[in-house]
């Protein structure tokens, strides 16, 4: 069955510097998404990237953040200089063009700023 | 989206069915109703979604009543594994945002 990777797996950072996570989303799909999970709270939606174009994007995804396509299988997310409560598990999504438009999630990359 | 309200927790044992209900009175016509398990430390695993009457997969069941005002999520004979948060999310998912609630976290005892 198809899945959505992550890499890295974890990474650790000192405050300020940038990070880039990875990510490669099933490869039929077309839309893409990033989420954050700070430990103990819930998934918050940051930016939804679809046609080579943000569509959507949350109150958290500020100048910070930017997304990007760089090929035909990687989606990224970049943090240019971290804060310390950018700590959190980062996820990706991806959907298709059905009309349900189904997210299915990768496993996470745990970012963690010192 | 719609707002969705679900239990915060529910306890089972193991071989039970539970039956997880959430609101969402907001429902507008073009919305789907999807649900997600997730266990620590992962990400939100596809389990189920529906747009009226009743689904069921290998996993799970979704009863969604005529008004779609609500929905419940039904696991069969849950075991141990099955202790997870279980989130419903009411809309139309694709470029949009999507917003998780708390979901109900669910813990399954022996």
């Known amino acids: 069955e198809p899945e959505v990777t992550q890499t890295p797996s974890h990474q650790v950072t000192q405050m300020g510097q940038e990070v880039i996570l990875r990510c490669v989303p099933i490869?039929?799909?077309?839309?893409f998404y990033w989420y954050r999970q700070i430990l103990g709270q819930k998934v918050e939606f940051l930016v939804s990237?679809?046609?080579?174009?943000?569509?959507?994007k949350s109150e958290i995804f500020d100048d910070q953040f930017s997304v990007e396509r760089p090929d035909g299988s990687n989606f990224t997310l970049k943090i240019r200089s971290t804060k310390l409560e950018d700590s959190a598990m980062y996820f990706c999504?991806?959907?298709?063009?059905?009309?349900?438009?189904?997210?299915?999630f990768g496993p996470g990359t745990r970012l963690l700023v010192l | 989206l719609a707002k969705t309200t679900q239990p915060i927790s529910m306890d089972s044992y193991e071989g039970q069915e539970v039956n997880i209900t959430c609101s969402h009175n907001?429902?507008?016509?073009?919305?789907?109703i999807t649900w997600y398990q997730q266990f620590p430390s992962q990400g939100p695993r596809f389990i189920i979604q529906?747009?009226?009457t009743k689904v069921t997969n290998e996993v799970a069941s979704l009863f969604i009543p005529a008004d779609r005002k609500s929905s419940t999520l039904s696991l069969p004979r849950v075991s141990l594994s099955d202790t997870a948060v279980y989130y419903c999310?009411?809309?139309?998912?694709?470029?949009?945002?999507?917003?998780f609630g708390a979901g109900t976290r669910l813990f399954v005892k022996a």
């Open positions: 990237f679809y046609n080579n174009e943000i569509s959507e």
């Open positions: 490869s039929n799909h077309l839309y």
């Open positions: 999310l009411v809309g139309d998912m694709g470029g949009f945002k999507t917003i």
């Open positions: 529906g747009y009226k």
């Open positions: 907001n429902i507008a016509t073009n919305d789907y």
């Open positions: 999504a991806s959907s298709g063009i059905v009309r349900e438009k189904t997210q299915y």
